[in-house]
Antibody, heavy 119, light 111 residues
């Protein structure tokens, strides 16, 4: 069974940094393409970052609102996905979901971790 | 950027009756490999989203056959043949052809 467990969320001041982690199990993480998707309170879903597998050079892509501030990475030895978030803004407040990608979409989701950016 | 527009945004349905949600994209979702990467997700209150449909009309594992997807190019539809109580929540379409963009969501409730 696929399991994705996010951690690292919390309260941070505007301009601060946070690193989210996603521990993966139940599938071959090394081969998987992964993404982060977020959901602001009471709002819809927003894709923010993608990373390919090592065989595709761990190529990354970002949505415009986070480009240059967020960095997605992976450690295949630990079956873990990361999201480094810098220069955080109040509008980054959201639940952040770790997802696997397959057939042009997100077929497995974690339970999410809440990030609150507030002074 | 590709814009995904869903309608209606609110959908009251009687139990046992059919339901339909429309999703339109601002540009064609046909990818260079010939596939159309249009997905449908369901999110119950307080839960993570779950994918129901991929590549327009393919049901994910464990998805009841009362859910069906159709469409092509820029116009797509999710249909529920007979709504059950567990179907309440928000439904999102999402394109995966030009990176990823979600629709605004359609809230399905029981009348």
């Amino acid at each position: 069974e696929v399991q994705l467990v996010e951690s690292g969320g919390g309260l941070v001041q505007p301009g601060g940094s946070l690193r989210l982690s996603c521990a993966a199990s139940g599938f071959t993480f090394t081969n998987a393409w992964m993404s982060w998707v977020r959901q602001a309170p009471g709002k819809g879903l927003e894709w923010i970052a993608h990373i390919k597998s090592k065989t595709e050079a761990e190529t990354t892509e970002y949505a415009a609102p986070v480009k240059g501030r967020f960095t997605i990475s992976r450690d295949d030895s630990k079956n873990t996905l990361y999201l480094q978030m810098n220069s955080l803004k109040t509008e980054d407040t959201a639940v952040y979901y770790c997802t696997t990608e397959w057939a042009g979409g997100f077929n497995s989701w974690g339970q999410g971790t809440m990030v609150t950016v507030s002074s | 950027d590709v814009v995904m527009t869903q309608s209606p945004l609110s959908l009251p349905v009687t139990l046992g009756q059919p339901a339909s949600i429309s999703c339109r994209s601002s540009q064609s979702l046909v990818y260079s490999d010939g596939n159309t990467y249009l997905n449908w997700f369901h999110q119950r209150p307080g839960q993570s989203p779950r994918r129901l449909i991929y590549k327009v009309s393919n049901r994910d594992s464990g998805v009841p056959d009362r859910f069906s997807g159709s469409g092509s190019g820029t116009d797509f539809t999710l249909k529920i043949s007979r709504v059950e109580a567990e179907d309440v929540g928000v439904y999102y379409c999402m394109q995966g052809t030009h990176w990823f963009t979600f629709g605004q969501g359609t809230k399905l409730e029981i009348k």
